[in-house]
């Protein structure tokens, strides 16, 4: 019971803030000078041309009925135009893109498996690293290793993600030439052509990401042998296998994972920089795209989507962190 | 989020003694202050650099290209006893001039966003901690929200929304540290959440102080050594959002050297001419390291078992 | 293409044009093009064509191509270009047994269909399909391609479109093969506007959903086998086309792919590297001068690039509605106080591999463009000169805080402070902000704008100087998304501009238009600064890979792959 009003109650909230992140997205980049209804006038435009094409596009009202316009049509769909030629965008319609001649969600939807292909498995080998790094790292704290790594890991989180991919690209794609340079290949159609293109991409990710949870895990690590009950569990004679494996770990992962569910939701919801850099067509690359194209609708649903990855794993990540520490509670 | 360890009210001595500290115990942490320095040095300077070294760093010098293709004529980038770091191709400015300067846009932008981002953070922070309630609520879920958002894309558009008249600057100050604090606000709420529970707060608030007071009295002096650790790796992280939005076109408007600019520029050039990229990436990769590691080190130092996220 | 890839293909105002042109000594010819491996090109094999864009624009009214690029493969009109390297553009037949007659002192054009004419679905192409094609782009759900035919068709300015079964009577087809066109006013380039890709046919009744943007049937030697959005488009041979009734289209390839979505410097790469598929393979954008440099020193990859002899005006606009730019005598002062040496190696490290300095608004290849100058400096200019003719102008102390806006693209802010330096010379301060190009491009077509100066360059549409002037300088085109950036409204120059259009024979209407070009630039509403010049990479199997002087881009209607 007690769960369920909980749900619940975190799903009002979600619906919430995405209205709210909805709105300001849409008043934000409705206020840019652009006229997204100039890019359906044809050349050369003329007034009458233009008046007919932001009436098409439902670009005629003010920003806010647009809005609620935008809101109607994920519940009831939406027509543009009338006749023969009126664009349907079925229920749930999340916008229709007229610069791409079609719907934002089935955009969204076609560039899924790249950029859950590049963030689960980037998450995974950054999670193996940095975690094992971490952990090795506080229990051989001051040791060279630990300095040694721990410098590592601010370089890491020092450099820049374009500079790092763009060197990765230089180095290994075109002068080793040992992957290649960029580009996706789906799972389904060559999955040796899919580990493969994605093996550069991956690695700068989590690089990247790794040197950032290297450190969170040490600090938790650290933290954790410092408390009381693992200094007991030492001082009964626990093998340190088991200290560590049982007892340390358990409390550092927990803050490990919650961070970890937040940076997993963000790269769901596109890696912008990551992608352009390796020219794959993935979420990131569809917003950075719509940005640069002011391709409002399909804008709106980008930031959206990524909005509501970020939401729900933040739910999840409280769910979990309910079921592994009975003493949080669930507010 | 742990609580820190021992009541440390009104600890402005012991701060900086904390400083002290980890320079002289953290040799990591000392470069890093050495690093710091000498970009600052280097901002500061940056004018007199260049006249000594002869230079400007808006000056076209067609001269000092290559005439059959553009690039700086010489090796090595065309660093020469005139050019100390060569030059850019196809305008032949001078890059050692551009470097220094674009220290001071770095660190200016970085520096004032960061103030930005503490004031709003320490006190969003501060507030959602000791009020608690909806408020505490509604400031936990915004943070939340806004640490994964695709803020880039905002800052990209927000520029482009500002008037000319508004200095870029300022908006990319404001921009960059309003999309900074909620990091800062995760650390001081759970900060506050701790101390409130403390008898000093406590029987201040007992006794009737306001909750302006009680922030400016009692809250604020022990908030001090956490947000300087929050702040100090701040810094590195917003220097780096204004080479980001120079590097997608969004930041300093030229002529105004800046080091994301730079890089931008030389990641197309890459491969005729590497040098141009080294030192304008070499520069920024200094300011963030040498931020991210006396941040550490100070945070080691302060508290050992405080833990920061991100 | 997708508007965005459109701008970049012709380059639009803003979209200045990214290369230039080898020295004249190591390519004695520079538009004869390159041949890959020197054997004769046969009919056959695989050509890939690397696009940056995420779309390639099937249905032909959502075109802004040119007549000659990647759309030419799949859609044929009435009317071709014919391009020779070396001459000017000339308008050919296409589908139509000439290029137009007209009657009616220009208002009425009258066009014969050729035999044996089919779609790729096997039907025959009538001229109620020539009909159909256009009176769909008037419909708002198709309406993003060229429309300079929109305004001259007697009631375009109110009709919306034939699907709700309403006709556009100007469109007359007395029978099958007849189709004729009543303009509003004499109009003597109908035969060039009847070349443009919007104005294909469309089977009769067909293509009245967005699907057809993505499986067209098509009237070209090409037909499309897939479409895949962001990621490729193939075509294959249409069966139905025959050869001998279109001269302009070789049709080597047998196949055509086009990879979409693709990073430019990525492309460069790939093709410098000519592994593999890439050796029959071209990029769709303009080498970058980062690239030209490095390749200065590689004889075997500069052998596969391909410089235009000549390209888009690339120019400084000064809005001449405000503050001191509204004043001619300021603006011709800045017609010294620019560097065009240093401008030409911002765009491309050097002169020649920028192209050659403009004087004329009517760009080289175009027929009638008449050579003068009437601000002669020298390749730097004269500041010191540009100061006294401002202290003239009543600006003893120069011009402070003039905002020049500038689209990112295409290095666009290296270039405008290549200008901003020289113009500080003169005592003139400028301002560059810089935005993204759709930003940019909202910005500067905008009904009210807060600009002085911007920089802008421009490829025509068609081949007329008729394509070169009226969108720049008639005063019809300021704001509502047209791209008269300099704000320039003569009613003076407006009725020159409608008496050069009205008049059909070509070498008379050439005179009028030089009078034009010349008359424009005693007001100086713009500095010319170069014919910009673009340079393509190709990989070592592409063969007859030929840039003439217009457009500056690749007559795709030739490529082919050396067997």
């Not at chain 3, 309406?143 to 035919?149: A, E, I």
Request: hydrophobic letters at 45%.
């Amino acid at each position: 019971m007690r769960v369920a009003r909980f749900v619940l109650g975190r799903l009002v909230a979600v619906i919430v803030v995405l209205f709210v992140l909805g709105l300001i997205t849409y008043g934000v980049f409705y206020l840019l000078p652009a006229d997204p209804a100039r890019l359906s006038c044809g050349r050369p435009c003329t007034p009458q041309g233009l008046a007919t094409a932001r009436a098409f596009m439902g670009f005629d009202h003010p920003w806010i009925v647009q809005y609620l316009q935008f809101v109607g049509g994920i519940f009831a769909g939406r027509t543009f135009g009338s006749g023969v030629t009126a664009i349907h965008c079925t229920a749930p319609c999340f916008g229709y893109s007229f610069q791409q001649s079609q719907d934002v969600l089935s955009l969204i939807v076609s560039r899924l498996p790249v950029t859950f292909s590049l963030a689960i498995g980037a998450a995974i080998i950054w999670l193996l690293i940095g975690v094992g790094i971490g952990v090795l790292s506080a229990l051989k704290h001051g040791s060279i290793l630990d300095r040694v790594t721990m410098a590592g890991a601010v370089a890491g989180v020092s450099a820049p993600a374009y500079v790092i991919g763009l060197l990765a690209i230089i180095i290994f794609g075109l002068n080793l030439n040992v992957v290649p340079d960029n580009g996706y290949v789906p799972l389904t159609q060559n999955p040796v052509g899919w580990l493969w293109h994605l093996i550069t991409p991956w690695l700068v990710l989590a690089f990247l990401q790794a040197a950032i949870y290297a450190r969170l895990t040490r600090t938790q690590m650290l933290d954790v042998l410092n408390e009381d009950f693992v200094r007991t569990a030492r001082a009964k004679g626990v093998s340190e296998r088991s200290v560590v494996g049982k007892h340390a770990l358990r409390n550092v992962l927990l803050p490990v994972i919650t961070v970890f569910g937040i940076d997993l939701g963000s790269l769901l919801g596109g890696a912008i920089i990551t992608e352009t850099v390796f020219s794959m067509p993935g979420v990131g690359a569809l917003l950075i795209g719509a940005v640069h194209s002011l391709d409002l609708p399909l804008l709106l649903g980008c930031t959206l989507f990524a909005a509501f990855l970020i939401v729900i794993a933040n739910f999840l990540v409280d769910l979990f962190y309910g079921v592994l520490d009975p003493r949080a509670r669930l507010t | 989020m742990t609580s820190v360890s021992a009541p440390r009210s009104h600890q402005g001595s012991s701060l900086s003694a904390a400083l002290l500290r980890t320079v002289r115990t953290d040799r990591w942490a000392l470069a890093g202050v050495i690093a710091i320095v000498l970009l600052v040095f280097v901002a500061a300077a940056a004018p007199l650099l260049a006249a000594i070294e002869g230079q400007d760093p808006n000056t076209y010098n067609i001269g000092a290209l290559n005439p059959n293709n553009g690039l700086p004529a010489g090796a090595l980038g065309g660093i020469s006893g005139k050019h100390w770091f060569g030059v850019e191709p196809l305008t032949g400015r001078d890059l050692f001039a551009r470097v220094c300067y674009g220290a001071r846009t770095s660190f200016l932008i970085g520096l004032a966003a960061t103030v930005v981002a503490v004031v709003v953070g320490t006190l969003l922070g501060a507030g959602a901690g000791y009020l608690g309630g909806w408020f505490n609520r509604v400031i936990t879920w915004l943070t939340d929200v806004l640490l994964g958002f695709p803020y880039l894309v905002f800052m990209i558009a927000l520029g482009a929304i500002a008037p000319p008249s508004v200095p870029r600057p300022l908006l990319l100050t404001l921009v960059i540290g309003f999309f900074g604090w909620p990091s800062i606000t995760r650390i001081v709420r759970s900060q506050t959440l701790a101390l409130r529970e403390r008898k000093f707060v406590s029987s201040a608030r007992a006794m009737g102080a306001s909750p302006w007071h009680v922030f400016r009295t009692e809250l604020l002096p022990n908030l001090w050594a956490p947000i300087i650790v929050v702040a100090t790796l701040n810094i590195p992280s917003n220097i780096g959002f204004e080479a980001a939005l120079s590097f997608l076109g969004a930041g300093i408007p030229p002529p105004t050297a800046s080091w994301g600019q730079s890089i931008s520029t030389a990641s197309d050039w890459i491969n005729s001419d590497p040098m141009f990229l080294l030192f304008p990436s070499a520069a920024l990769f200094l300011a963030t390291w040498s931020f991210n590691i006396f941040g550490d080190g100070l945070r080691d130092a302060l508290d050992p078992r405080m833990v920061v996220r991100r | 293409m997708d508007r965005r890839g459109f701008l970049r293909l012709v380059g639009v105002a803003g979209v200045a044009t990214g290369a230039g042109a080898f020295l004249a000594a190591c390519n004695a010819n520079p538009t004869q093009g390159s041949s890959g491996s020197g054997s004769t090109t046969k009919a056959g094999g695989t050509l890939y064509q690397l696009s940056d864009t995420p779309s390639f624009h099937l249905d032909p009214a959502k075109s802004q191509s040119l007549a000659t690029t990647s759309t030419g493969w799949i859609h044929r009109r009435l009317t071709a270009w014919d391009l020779t390297p070396g001459q000017d553009a000339k308008v050919a037949a296409d589908l139509a047994t000439d290029t137009g007659k007209s009657s009616d002192n220009g208002a009425t054009w009258t066009y014969t269909l050729k035999d044996n004419l089919k779609f790729s679905d096997g039907s025959p192409i009538t001229s109620a399909d020539i009909k159909w094609g256009i009176e769909r782009t008037f419909d708002p759900a198709f309406s993003s391609g060229l429309s300079y035919h929109k305004s001259l068709l007697a009631g375009g300015d109110s009709y919306t479109g034939p699907f709700a079964g309403k006709s556009l009577d100007s469109i007359e087809t007395p029978d099958a093969k007849t189709v004729v066109f009543h303009l509003v006013r004499p109009y003597g380039d109908w035969p060039w506007i009847a070349s443009l890709i919007t104005l294909s046919p469309v089977p009769h009744g067909k293509g009245t959903d967005a699907s057809y943007d993505t499986s067209a049937i098509t009237s070209g030697p090409y037909q499309v086998s897939d479409y895949q959005k962001s990621v490729s488009v193939t075509l294959v041979r249409n069966p139905h086309w025959d050869h001998t009734t279109d001269p302009n289209r070789l049709a080597l390839p047998d196949k055509i792919i086009t990879q979409l979505s693709q990073d430019d410097s990525v492309i460069s790469q790939r093709l410098i590297a000519d592994n593999g598929n890439d050796q029959f393979a071209f990029g769709a954008s303009f080498v970058d001068p980062a690239q030209l440099a490095a390749l200065q020193n590689k004889p075997d990859v500069k052998s596969r690039v391909v410089t235009s002899n000549a390209g888009a005006i690339d120019y400084l606009a000064m809005n001449c509605t405000k503050g001191p730019l509204a004043n001619p005598a300021v603006r011709k002062a800045f017609q010294y106080a620019v560097d065009r040496s240093a401008f030409q190696v911002a765009v491309a490290g050097t002169a020649a591999l920028a192209g050659p300095f403009a004087t004329t608004l009517i760009t080289p290849g175009i027929a009638g463009r008449e050579v003068y100058d009437l601000y002669p400096t020298g390749p730097t200019g004269d500041q010191a000169k540009a100061k006294q003719m401002l202290a003239a102008a009543g600006y003893p102390n120069g011009l402070q805080g003039l905002n020049m806006v500038v689209s990112t693209e295409n290095n666009g802010p290296a270039r405008a402070q290549a200008l901003q330096q020289a113009l500080a010379k003169a005592g003139i301060q400028v301002n560059i902000q810089s935005m993204d190009d759709d930003t940019y491009q909202a910005t500067v077509t905008a009904n009210t704008v807060s600009y002085d100066l911007t920089y802008g360059g421009w490829q025509p549409d068609f081949p007329s100087p008729n394509g070169n002037i009226e969108p720049l300088f008639a005063s019809s085109e300021v704001g509502n998304g047209g791209y008269n950036l300099s704000r320039y409204s003569n009613p003076d120059v407006d009725n020159m501009i409608h008496d050069a259009q009205g008049t059909t024979d070509p070498t008379e209407a050439g005179k009028k238009w030089a009078a034009v070009d010349k008359r424009i630039m005693q007001d100086a509403p713009i500095v010319p600064l170069i014919y910009s010049r673009n340079s393509f990479l190709h990989g070592s199997k592409v063969d007859n890979f030929q840039v003439p002087d217009f457009p500056a881009y690749p007559n795709y209607l030739k490529i082919g792959i050396a067997q």
